[in-house]
């Protein structure tokens, strides 16, 4: 969808800069479980500009440059090593796990449960971004295996979805995978969908030339874990990251001349953005499950 937002200027990460968006002098409340007012969604999105989290990839080499361009724009640090004899040593550095299974190949095989081990010792939340589980069984049941140690979000689209849950991307089936494993699930696409079980936000935010560059849903799961990263729930750490990349990709279509320029366009309106013209431009609706 085409938005009538414009590009702004960076906002800086400090005291001006909460003074430039209204919020001098004003302790950031700590993150709640609540529904989320604008109010909540931007103290959501500038509590990851002013912590820069750090969050560790184990994701596919097509989306590893992009998910780390994505990451410093949205002012979060990305940590990529897949190796396995030092993975261990970095995702405890880190204050949450992407687990992206995109190209699950013999070395991010050998690293993912070292990755997974790292973490549950660490208390470290991860993210899983099941990537083509419908295409490869040896896939899926990988998917299921890490989906039982029960991680903070998953990240997924429709197909992906159903090959998971064995039920259609519709709000209720959603709904009831959130509360039967305990994650919020967050199924993008042309209206991006996140529950906790408890919840159902609609996000309809975004531009169709999102679904022409390669890695943006990938990146997409790295942002989440972004907010999560510096102390978001995961509902509301979807629900904030969906909606600025969204906007963001409202404002680059405006200036693209195609989805290449948007690939870096998007990069810049994300660095960007600011709490306030996320608060006008979202289009969130949230709601009961019925």
């Known amino acids: ?17 909460l003074a430039d968006q209204g919020l001098a002098g004003q302790a950031l409340a700590e993150p709640t479980r609540d529904v989320l007012p604008g109010r909540l969604l931007s103290e959501t999105f500038l509590r990851l500009r002013l912590k820069t989290p750090r969050v560790h990839c184990l994701t596919n ?51 993912l449960p070292l990755a997974l081990e790292a973490a549950a010792k660490a208390d470290i939340p991860v993210v899983l971004d099941p990537v083509f589980v419908e295409a490869s069984p040896p896939r899926l049941q990988v998917a299921r295996d890490i989906l039982a140690r029960r991680p903070a979000l998953l990240r997924l689209n429709g197909p992906e979805f159903e090959a998971l849950s064995g039920a259609p991307p519709q709000d209720e089936r959603i709904a009831e995978f959130a509360a039967a494993t305990g994650a919020v699930i967050a199924v993008t696409g042309a209206v991006d969908i996140v529950s906790d079980g408890l919840r159902i936000a609609r996000i309809e935010n975004g531009h169709p030339y999102m679904a022409q560059v ?11 874990a972004a907010f999560i990263a510096c102390g978001a729930d995961p509902f509301g750490a979807a629900v ?13 279509a405006d200036q693209a001349r195609g989805p290449g320029s948007f690939a870096v366009a998007i ?3 994300l660095a960007g953005l600011d709490a306030p013209e996320l608060e006008r431009h979202a289009r969130i609706i949230i709601e009961d499950p019925a």
């Open 1 to 17: 969808m085409r938005s009538s937002a414009r590009a702004v200027a960076p906002s800086r990460l400090s005291n001006q800069g």
């Open 240 to 252: 904030t990251g969906l909606t600025a990349l969204g906007v963001a990709g409202e404002i680059a």
């Open 61 to 111: 080499s097509v989306a590893q440059s992009f998910t780390a361009n994505l990451l410093l724009a949205a002012g979060a640090v990305p940590s990529m090593t897949i190796a396995p004899d030092e993975i261990a040593h970095f995702v405890p550095r880190a204050g949450a796990l992407l687990v992206n299974l995109g190209t699950l190949d013999a070395e991010r095989r050998a690293a």
């Open 267 to 269: 990069l810049d309106a």
């Open 214 to 224: 390669t890695a943006m849903g990938c990146a997409a799961g790295a942002l989440l």
